[in-house]
């Protein structure tokens, strides 16, 4: 799998720099890093700070996996959980530490996952999973198929803001009353037949985006990383977030905002620059935040 491009870090100088530079562990500090993906923030945390240790989590074994092979060379300086971040208190303690310097999210899907996991990618038929954790029991299937149109049409709304959720909530109840909804494909054709060519694309990014959330509770558990990380936090720790949409963006700023224990360092969202978006698409909508620990 190694020699799988696995993926391009975003904002990585900008999120370091927020991290490291604004805490006093002078290289010896422990990092959290809760979205491990291809190991790129890890790997710069471990090299820039010659003695830190970082706690590498991701909840995507295939993330944990390929890491262990490409940051192997750091031996016991990084230590890998396979764990959702929104357990951040308890991997911590289980990793031998009551408190860190830093910790850094970089959420939504990696490379790897959107072009080689079942169900993120709506340019690919496959499997209707979406799950990161493979272990976990609910799937995108699950959801398409068992809830009903109320559950389904809410989904839509909150986690897709899209504007046709009721009639796609519709849509989709009638179709798998005469045929369960199984691949990324059949539920790409019946959005297809919904909506006028120029919007397919944007409205089937959100439909997906929509499904993800809800089968890996995404929004939940960056509530839960954001409020108990920062419990988590030495004095002048800094917590810095990367956010890829703007029901993300808004919880990241709301918590950041509202934690009577931090302050904020980012008064305005850190943004890509132009060359970094020529170079990697995915960057477009990517906006950093970060707040110290007093
Ligand atoms: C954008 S990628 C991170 C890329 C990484 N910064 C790098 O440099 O390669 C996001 C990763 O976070 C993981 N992830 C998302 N939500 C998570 C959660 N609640 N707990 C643990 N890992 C999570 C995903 O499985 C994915 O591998």
Same mark, same amino acid.
């Given at each position: 799998?190694?020699?799988?491009?696995?993926? +391009?870090?975003?904002?990585?100088?900008?999120?370091?720099?927020?991290?490291?530079?604004?805490? &006093?562990?002078?290289?010896?500090?422990?990092?959290?890093?809760?979205?491990?993906?291809?190991?790129?923030?890890?790997?710069?945390?471990?090299?820039?700070?010659?003695?830190?240790?970082?706690?590498?989590?991701? /909840?995507?074994?295939?993330?944990?996996?390929?890491? /262990?092979?490409?940051?192997?060379?750091?031996?016991? +300086?990084?230590?890998?959980?396979?764990?959702?971040?929104? &357990?951040? #208190?308890?991997? @911590?303690?289980?990793?031998?530490?009551?408190?860190?310097?830093?910790?850094?999210?970089?959420?939504?899907? &990696?490379?790897?996952?959107?072009?080689?996991?079942?169900?993120?990618?709506?340019? #690919?038929?496959?499997?209707?999973?979406?799950?990161?954790?493979?272990?976990?029991?609910?799937?995108?299937?699950?959801?398409?198929? $068992?809830?009903?149109?109320?559950?389904?049409?809410?989904?839509?709304?909150?986690?897709?803001?899209?504007?046709?959720?009721?009639?796609?909530?519709?849509? @989709?109840?009638?179709? +798998?009353?005469?045929?369960?909804?199984?691949?990324?494909?059949? =539920? !790409?054709?019946?959005?297809?037949?919904? !909506?006028?060519? $120029?919007?397919?694309?944007?409205?089937?990014?959100?439909?997906?985006?929509?499904?993800?959330?809800?089968?890996?509770?995404?929004?939940?558990?960056?509530?839960? !990383?954001?409020?108990?990380?920062?419990?988590? =936090?030495?004095?002048?720790?800094?917590?810095?977030?990367?956010?890829?949409? &703007?029901?993300?963006? +808004?919880?990241?700023?709301?918590?950041?905002?509202?934690?009577?224990?931090?302050?904020?360092?980012?008064?305005?969202?850190?943004?890509?620059?132009?060359?970094?978006?020529?170079?990697?698409? /995915?960057?477009?909508?990517?906006?950093?935040?970060?707040?110290?620990?007093?």
């Amino acid at each position: 799998m190694d020699e799988v491009f696995y993926h +391009r870090p975003v904002l990585l100088n900008e999120a370091s720099a927020y991290l490291l530079e604004n805490n &006093s562990s002078k290289g010896y500090g422990v990092y959290v890093d809760c979205t491990l993906g291809g190991g790129g923030y890890t790997k710069k945390i471990i090299e820039s700070q010659p003695e830190a240790k970082v706690i590498a989590i991701d /909840r995507d074994v295939y993330a944990i996996e390929h890491c /262990r092979k490409v940051l192997a060379e750091f031996g016991s +300086r990084v230590i890998f959980v396979q764990n959702n971040f929104g &357990s951040i #208190k308890q991997i @911590i303690h289980d990793a031998g530490f009551e408190k860190v310097n830093g910790i850094v999210m970089d959420l939504g899907l &990696s490379t790897y996952q959107l072009n080689y996991e079942d169900g993120f990618s709506y340019q #690919k038929d496959t499997m209707l999973d979406m799950r990161a954790d493979k272990s976990q029991k609910l799937t995108a299937k699950d959801v398409l198929n $068992r809830y009903d149109e109320k559950q389904l049409t809410k989904i839509f709304y909150d986690y897709g803001e899209l504007k046709y959720g009721r009639q796609f909530a519709k849509e @989709i109840v009638h179709l +798998r009353n005469k045929k369960k909804l199984e691949t990324t494909f059949e =539920l !790409v054709e019946l959005i297809r037949e919904k !909506v006028p060519p $120029r919007y397919l694309n944007s409205d089937l990014s959100k439909l997906f985006q929509a499904l993800r959330i809800e089968v890996n509770s995404e929004l939940s558990n960056l509530e839960k !990383v954001l409020d108990d990380g920062a419990e988590c =936090l030495e004095e002048g720790g800094v917590i810095a977030a990367v956010s890829y949409h &703007s029901l993300e963006d +808004r919880i990241v700023k709301n918590k950041l905002r509202s934690n009577e224990k931090l302050k904020v360092l980012t008064k305005k969202p850190v943004e890509p620059g132009e060359e970094e978006v020529a170079g990697n698409i /995915r960057a477009r909508s990517a906006k950093l935040r970060a707040a110290q620990r007093i």
